[in-house]
């Protein structure tokens, strides 16, 4: 990426962490795409970090997988940021009683999509070739929006049933309750060979200063324990 230093993902932590990085000198840039389409944009060079929280359903395993097979023969450092929490957007009081993944299959339930490659999505999808079920078979699959707060805003305003998405969101919109399903590793994905980068090594010393970890003490559904610390090396 030679027109700046480009982190890509959709949470907060990224915008407050593009900040501290401005003020420490680096002109980090964001780009507010997916999980999916981050780790691909990161294998064409086309962004310098890429963040994803993919579900692997067959190791039960959390990004190593996806950044094995979207950046072949790339060795990479995949870094924590935070757990959040996942699961389903329903109405204030879950007057149709929605609890499992299995909910989405009923006839009297319509749902709200996110697109293609988002983690969010991601999750949805694995779990229902789990249960043996498809997509396409599912009232409102097709109805796809790119944003968690969008989806829980349509299940806050009855145009949807259910959605899925993180934890936090949901408190932040009226007339939606949270049903949490799954605690997610939110990471974020560099090439080991920029480790050594003053872009890269700054960004590390940012996320590991208690400086930057105080702003997330008092924003509710983050979970830093791990973060700025390399989980995994493909």
């Not at 086309?46 to 929280?53: I, L, P, R, W």
């Not at 957007?89 to 879950?94: L, R």
């Not at 999808?125 to 109805?143: C, M, V």
Request: glycine share 8%.
């Amino acid at each position: 990426a030679g027109d700046g230093f480009i982190i890509c993902g959709q949470d907060l932590i990224l915008d407050i962490l593009s900040n501290f990085m401005r003020m420490h000198g680096v002109m980090a840039l964001r780009a507010y795409i997916g999980s999916y389409d981050s780790l691909v944009s990161l294998y064409y060079g086309k962004v310098s970090v890429a963040s994803a929280h993919l579900w692997d359903s067959a190791g039960d395993d959390y990004n190593v997988p996806y950044v094995r097979a979207l950046l072949p023969g790339i060795r990479c450092a995949v870094v924590n940021v935070t757990y959040r929490m996942q699961g389903l957007y329903v109405a204030s009081g879950n007057p149709k009683t929605i609890l499992t993944w299995r909910d989405f299959a009923r006839e009297d339930i319509t749902m709200i999509n996110r697109e293609k490659g988002a983690g969010s999505r991601v999750l949805l999808d694995e779990n229902l070739k789990l249960l043996g079920l498809y997509g396409s078979r599912i009232k409102g699959y097709d109805n796809e929006n790119q944003s968690h707060l969008a989806v829980a805003s349509a299940v806050g305003r009855g145009d949807a049933d259910v959605a899925v998405g993180m934890e936090k969101v949901a408190r932040q919109v009226e007339n939606v309750e949270f049903v949490p399903l799954k605690k997610e590793r939110y990471d974020l994905v560099v090439k080991k060979e920029h480790l050594d980068t003053a872009e890269v090594a700054t960004m590390l010393s940012i996320l590991r200063s208690e400086r930057f970890q105080n702003e997330f003490k008092r924003i509710g559904g983050y979970d830093i324990t791990d973060i700025g610390k390399i989980v995994a090396e493909t």
